[in-house]
């Protein structure tokens, strides 16, 4: 292989975000991925506030190209309650669509590409840098000696598409006793149905008898149903010599946060910067504070997964002072600090006592 800056492993958007982001510092990039595009996953396919705001520092105006929405509703144990974000709205994209998009603009600042090309070790690479972008299972992440790590929890996701006559502003969430139903708006008429379970055998035909309210509205399938896992997992280190680890290759959090797009283009600035200056030090403490957050709200989510009481309670209490869920989702989009979000907490705890 000729010899480049950057050499990229794994087309999709990690991989893609990061070549952006050097070449627009001026490095030479290749990207390599087995695929070839249009490039899909199972995903939820909402990109959150704080999400669009990375996407704009790495040049991508994403807000044409998909469905906004104004916050989150939550909907369980027969409640529910929504809240706007403070700033801004979120955007329901088809992955595909925000692939073909990232491709185009890593086009026009001149990255080179390899589709269609497998990498089987890093010895060949001629290159100064190399990025594994090759996601949860990443062989790069292997190859390069970073794969230790602690558990790994994981669930399970199943994706569709449906057109609906009755669309909501709202990305919504609707949970059942083992599992969660995301709706994001992605298009006029058209929703992402996504469900996440720790069980590996419901299917959302079978899953959607638990939330009658959203079943009523999803009679018109658009797409066949595709799987995908979501895994919880941190690394000790994302780097290591001439190797960076991003997305999901370098760690990631589970998908009911919805933050993994906003992730990936939050790690591709902080390692564009590290690049740079030919340091990937700074990288990995920035890639460990871009994710104190998100993993932060992923434990505070999940507690209430398997808990019927508990997510009865905390459903009853917020929809008695929806105040509280505001401030909830403040603190998710990165609009809240953690001591607000100890105090908002607290003040949850005490409704739901004196609810009792």
């Known amino acids: 292989m000729s010899a480049t800056d950057l050499f990229v492993i794994g087309g999709g958007p990690a991989g893609l975000a990061a070549a952006i982001a050097a070449r627009r510092r001026g490095l030479d990039v290749v990207v390599a991925d087995a695929a070839v595009p249009p490039i899909d996953k199972a995903c939820g396919e909402g990109i959150m506030p704080d ?4 996407a704009r520092a790495l040049g991508l105006d994403l807000e044409d190209a998909g469905q906004p929405f104004r916050g989150i509703r939550f909907t369980g144990a027969g409640r529910s309650v929504k809240a706007a974000f403070p700033q801004g709205r979120g955007l329901g994209i088809r992955r595909t669509r925000l692939h073909e998009i990232m491709i185009d603009r890593a086009t026009s600042l001149g990255v080179r590409f390899r589709w269609g090309t497998a990498i089987n070790g890093l010895d060949d690479i001629r290159a100064r840098w190399i990025v594994a972008a090759d996601g949860a299972h990443s062989r790069a992440r292997r190859w390069a000696g970073l794969d230790a790590g602690g558990g790994h929890p994981r669930r399970y996701g199943f994706r569709r598409h449906y057109r609906v006559a009755r669309q909501s ?3 919504e969430i609707h949970w059942g006793r083992t599992s969660q139903l995301y709706l994001t708006p992605i298009a006029p008429g058209e929703v992402c149905v996504v469900l996440i379970s720790r069980h590996p055998r419901p299917r959302l035909d079978d899953a959607l008898a638990q939330f009658p309210e959203a079943a009523e509205r999803l009679r018109e399938p658009l797409t066949p149903e595709r799987g995908a ?6 690394f000790p280190a994302v780097w290591r010599g001439n190797v960076a680890l991003i997305g999901d290759a370098s760690g990631s959090v589970d998908a009911i946060t919805g933050e993994g797009l906003c992730l990936l283009f939050q790690q591709a600035e902080a390692l564009g910067e590290g690049l740079a200056a030919g340091d990937l030090a700074c990288y990995g403490a920035a890639h460990r504070r871009i994710g104190r957050r998100p993993q932060f709200m992923a434990r505070f989510m999940l507690l209430l997964d398997g808990r019927d009481r508990l ?9 008695a002072r929806p105040p509280l869920f505001a401030r909830m989702l403040a603190m998710h989009v990165g609009e809240l600090s953690v001591l607000d979000f100890v105090k908002n907490s607290l003040a949850l705890g005490w409704e739901m006592v004196t609810s009792l």
């Open 51 to 54: 999400g669009l705001v990375a």
């Open 229 to 234: 896992l979501t895994i919880s997992r941190r």
């Open 311 to 319: 997510r009865a309670s905390v459903l009853q209490a917020m929809a």
């Open 169 to 171: 502003e709202f990305m």
